[in-house]
């Protein structure tokens, strides 16, 4: 039996895990601010853009459940170790990148590298701390990933506007370094039950994927109705049906299809896929309208995107103590009602000569209502399964926001192409208002996912005992 960790140990799995954590959750944000300028390094168009994040998105999607499972069984401190390296290393690749193309492939290593870090990271300090601990160290970790959220455009922002936007990357290469030293010095080996990998399903949902985004991205392009769109369309189709079809046979899936029988597992996964596909969508087009047609700089945007990121600092916290009282329901429908009425606001008020005091109120109308659904869906989902399940159902609920960015990213920059453009200020505005109004659209329909979610019962309360 492994020896108890000593509370100095403790500490370093904390701050080692935590560290690496803060690394992949920067990188993800940090680039949000960093678009427009890539975009004018490469004079790519917007659609060939989205790739820089959908890379990213699809490889750690895919690749999160499998990574979790290599920890299993080949050692989580190797693993997690590799994954750093891997993502450092990806890293750097990033800031050499000549091409669009060449970036694009970098990103979705990063993504695998990701993959590895972000499962195993939760599963060592799960192991490192006892029970009455647990939570609180979770709760630790979860507060500096979140920091990094927060703060992530604005350094961003200040990172290509000073030094440009390949600075973003080389960043990462001291705190991978470290990270790697640290994990090697520091920390435990530890081994998983080891479970067959499901390389069948992880194909077939990789590649049914990426055909229903390819068609999406390519629709405005080639036509709607062009045998290119409709191949894609009809592939991912029949991809998803062969990877449900799969996964209902399999002896060892990946996703265990029986837990979509929960009401509350299904209806959570899906209004959290709706309002991350929202969310990543905005995340995507709003710095790009800060800069292109506000004419505000990398840095500045990064700052005024604050009143939307730093409500989750605030309400999550406090939306994860009101679960208890007025139950999921409630908060994943409120909060979502509230994102669709600042998102689309934000649509309505959309103009080339707008002040960005004007964004101000539906940027925290959105960000708390997303804030609150966020911790409540969430638990919905950990809510429905055994103890022993709660990893396979983390593991879906993030595939599932991750499939959703992707899906909500390609779904507002096809809404953009085909009603505006990056040319002028005016078309830019005219694209982005079209493309809030999606935003907006996926937001209420992840409240009417949320009606689904079963009502909190009340506890009757027990009765006096009588006396003899």
């Known amino acids: 039996m492994q020896e108890p960790y000593s509370q100095g140990e403790k500490y370093w799995v904390l701050g080692v895990t935590a560290l690496a954590s803060f690394m992949m959750a920067l990188d993800a944000m940090i680039i949000t601010t960093a678009f427009a300028a890539i975009r004018a390094d490469f004079s790519s168009p917007v659609e060939t853009l989205q790739w820089t994040v959908n890379a990213f998105n699809l490889t750690f999607a895919v690749l999160l459940l499998t990574g979790a499972a290599l920890g ?61 601990e647990r939570a609180r160290a979770l709760g630790i970790f979860s507060g500096i990933t979140g920091l990094a959220l927060i703060i992530g455009p604005a350094i961003g922002g200040f990172i290509t506007e000073s030094f440009g936007w390949r600075w973003i990357f080389w960043i990462n290469l001291p705190i991978g370094l470290i990270a790697v030293a640290l994990v090697a010095t520091r920390l435990r080996e530890s081994f998983g039950p080891v479970a067959p990998l499901d390389i069948p399903g992880l194909l077939l949902v990789a590649v049914a994927a990426l055909a229903l985004v390819w068609a999406l991205l390519r629709g405005n392009v080639a036509g709607w109705g062009s045998p290119e769109v409709i191949t894609a369309l009809a592939a991912g189709l029949l991809f998803a049906i062969a990877f449900v079809a799969r996964e209902l046979w399999a002896s060892a899936p990946m996703v265990p299809m029986r837990l979509f029988g929960s009401r509350a597992f299904a209806a959570g996964v899906t209004a959290s896929f709706l309002f991350y596909a929202a969310m990543y969508g905005v995340l995507f087009l709003l710095p790009q309208f800060l800069q292109v047609t506000l004419g505000f700089g990398p840095f500045d945007a990064g700052l005024r995107l604050l009143p939307w990121t730093a409500t989750l600092f605030v309400t999550a916290p406090i939306a994860g103590a009101a679960v208890s009282r007025f139950g999921e329901r409630r908060l994943v429908v409120a909060g ?133």
């Open 72 to 132: 299993d069984r080949f050692g989580r401190r190797r693993m997690f170790a590799a994954g750093i390296a891997l993502f450092t290393l990806a890293s750097i690749a990033c800031a050499l990148a000549d091409t669009a193309v060449a970036l694009i492939a970098a990103r979705a290593t990063q993504g695998a590298g990701a993959a590895l870090v972000m499962p195993l990271a939760m599963a060592i300090v799960s192991g490192a701390f006892g029970r009455e």
């Open 336 to 468: 979502l009602s509230m994102q669709a009425i600042g998102l689309g606001w934000i649509a309505g008020i959309v103009a080339p000569d707008l002040s960005y005091l004007a964004l101000v109120a539906p940027l925290v109308l959105a960000g708390t209502g997303v804030s609150m659904a966020m911790p409540a869906a969430q638990n919905a989902i950990l809510g429905s399964v055994a103890v022993t399940e709660m990893g396979k159902a983390s593991g879906i609920f993030n595939m599932g926001r991750f499939f959703g960015g992707m899906f909500g990213i390609a779904a507002l920059v096809a809404t953009f192409s085909s009603n505006g453009a990056i040319d002028t200020p005016a078309h830019f505005s005219t694209g982005f208002a079209a493309a809030m109004t999606v935003a907006a659209t996926l937001s209420l329909l992840g409240a009417l996912a949320g009606l689904c979610l079963p009502a909190r019962q009340r506890v009757p309360a027990s009765p006096r005992p009588q006396n003899a």
